[in-house]
């Protein structure tokens, strides 16, 4: 099925088919819910099929061929041996499985496999443990792919692995049982593209939508401000809009209201007007 949605996070962001831009709000950590710019990478949604997903090709000798060497690392025995399970029939080599970090980073460096496939909260506290682990195969292991499973949605500690760049993904758990699509993740990653799980978009875009202070100002009123910044007058504004002063000083005094800025001297809110548009971008 066609629901490709390929996500630039490099010079500029942008989703396809459905356009989607969060230009300079793109930075590696979020802060107030912004999505910093990572070093350049593919990201695709996991729920794009890939051409080449779907069994191992068979060798001559009829045995399959193995797609990869893959780590398995959660708490949960009963979901991390499924997983193995589930991985060693679709051609991977579990070449170990870990119930905690500590473990984790050891079979990483033992084996140096192609991927490992960690859940988010590991013992001892069940906060980080994965993530960290991950940052830190991230840094000694730059060729090992990374996946990251998580219960939830987790917007920022998502956005902090993907801030790495190349060969991660994030997912949630429940994706794992559509087999075909969890496989093509996962070798989407190990090809050196990076994997997002819908959710996440979803609620990226939700952050963004509203914590965005100018989202409530209409098209011709981010442009009255827009030259507002740039320390035009009324006149001016009037001028390069093709408007009337009349119009602007309608425009201006909608943006002041809907911006919620304290009522206090006309000069005074627009200078505040001015530093919320310049702090938005």
């Known amino acids: 099925m066609s629901l490709a ?3 630039s996070l490099g010079a500029g962001t942008a989703v396809a088919p459905i ?28 729920t794009t099929r890939s051409p080449q997903s779907g069994s191992p090709e068979p060798r001559p000798d009829g045995s399959l061929a193995r797609r990869g060497r893959v780590v398995v690392a959660d708490d949960d025995v009963l979901l991390r041996e499924g997983i193995a399970s589930l991985l060693e029939r679709n051609g991977f080599e579990v070449v170990g499985q870990a119930g905690d970090g ?7 460096r033992e084996h140096t496999p192609e991927l490992a496939v960690v859940d988010i909260r590991m013992p001892p506290t069940h906060t980080l443990e994965g993530l960290e682990a991950a940052q830190q195969i991230r840094k000694s292991f730059a060729d090992t792919g990374i996946v990251l499973l998580s219960a939830y949605v987790e917007v920022e500690h998502a956005v902090e692995l993907l801030a790495g760049g190349r060969r991660v993904g994030y997912l949630l758990k429940r994706r794992v049982t559509d087999v075909n699509e969890f496989v093509d993740a996962l070798e989407r990653v190990m090809r050196g593209g990076s994997v997002v799980d819908p959710s996440l978009i979803q609620e990226l875009m939700r952050a963004q939508r509203k914590d965005d202070p100018l989202a409530v100002l209409s098209a011709r009123e981010r442009e009255v401000l827009a030259l507002m910044a740039e320390g035009r007058s009324n006149a001016g504004i009037a001028h390069a809009l093709w408007v009337t002063e009349g119009t602007v000083e309608k425009h201006v005094q909608h943006i002041l209201t809907k911006l919620q800025l304290p009522d206090s001297g006309d000069d005074h809110r627009r200078v505040l007007a001015v530093i919320t548009f310049l702090e938005a971008r």
């Open 102 to 108: 500590t473990n984790l980073l050891g079979l990483i």
């Open 19 to 46: 356009a989607w831009t969060a230009g300079s709000h793109c930075t590696g950590k979020l802060q107030a819910n912004r999505l910093t710019r990572p070093a350049s990478a593919e990201v695709v949604l996991m």
């Open 5 to 7: 949605y390929s996500i």
